[in-house]
């Protein structure tokens, strides 16, 4: 079946501009992850959904930074006034159950390019 | 907290040698540990995971990883390395204890192959 699918693929803006970065998971998955590629951070992550329970938002780095999951499926993830400082691949991950033996499956991922 | 050592950020091998990828956790309760790896402007794919059970795992493309709870280890090997093989190559861990089941990475290895 059809895996994590994230789009855009590429996104470049001003700083400044609001931005939002879509993640379709795989159908069925209960569990949703965000999480944050960038070189001098490395993979870090940012906020995670489990079914209808509320979000775990503990690696969001500033208040610029939301989430929200629209019927336990799609998500989006919304930057504000975005910062050189936010470049980076977003990558979004889903599991079957949110467990944690479960195997998380990982899209292609979003790169921002904040000017 | 939990944290990942990947020691060294790059390592160049022969096609046809051994290839060894280190990995350290610090956790006082051992967590499940996972191996991914990332090819050029791909998302994650998962090599393997150890949760239970047996602590030499084998994987997909002929990985496998030990987990050493003396050593605090988990590192990835292979006996002969291929040319698709050249990748970024992430260890990662998850709290067995916590109800949030995010993935702590380690800054990731780039393995070159040489012809």
């Known amino acids: 079946g059809a895996g994590v699918s994230q789009s855009p693929s590429n996104k470049v803006t001003e700083k400044g501009k609001d931005v939002e970065l879509r993640c379709d998971p795989i159908s069925g998955h209960t569990a949703l992850y965000w999480y944050r590629q960038s070189l001098g951070q490395g993979l870090e992550f940012l906020i995670y959904f489990q079914g209808n329970s509320a979000p775990d938002k503990s690696g969001l780095p500033s208040d610029r930074f939301s989430a929200e999951r629209t019927g336990g499926s799609v998500s989006t993830l919304t930057i504000q006034r975005t910062q050189q400082e936010d470049s980076a691949v977003y990558l979004c991950?889903?599991?079957?159950?949110?467990?944690?033996?479960?195997?998380?499956?990982f899209g292609p991922g979003t790169r921002l390019t904040v000017l | 907290a939990q944290s990942v050592t990947q020691l060294g950020s790059h390592v160049s091998v022969s096609e046809g040698a051994l290839v060894l990828l280190r990995c350290n956790y610090s956790?006082?309760?051992?967590?499940?540990l996972f191996w991914y790896v990332q090819y050029p402007n791909q998302g994650l794919q998962l090599l393997l995971k150890?949760?239970?059970?047996?602590?030499l795992v084998k994987g997909i493309n002929g990985f496998e990883a030990e987990f050493k709870k003396s050593e605090t280890s988990f590192h990835l090997t292979k006996p002969s390395a291929h040319m698709s093989d050249a990748a970024e190559y992430f260890c990662a861990v998850r709290d067995r204890t916590g109800a949030n089941s995010k993935l702590t990475f380690g800054k990731g290895i780039t393995l070159s192959v040489r012809p």
């Open positions: 956790s006082s309760v051992p967590p499940y």
């Open positions: 150890y949760t239970t059970g047996a602590t």
């Open positions: 991950a889903s599991s079957l159950m949110g467990t944690g033996t479960d195997t998380q499956y």
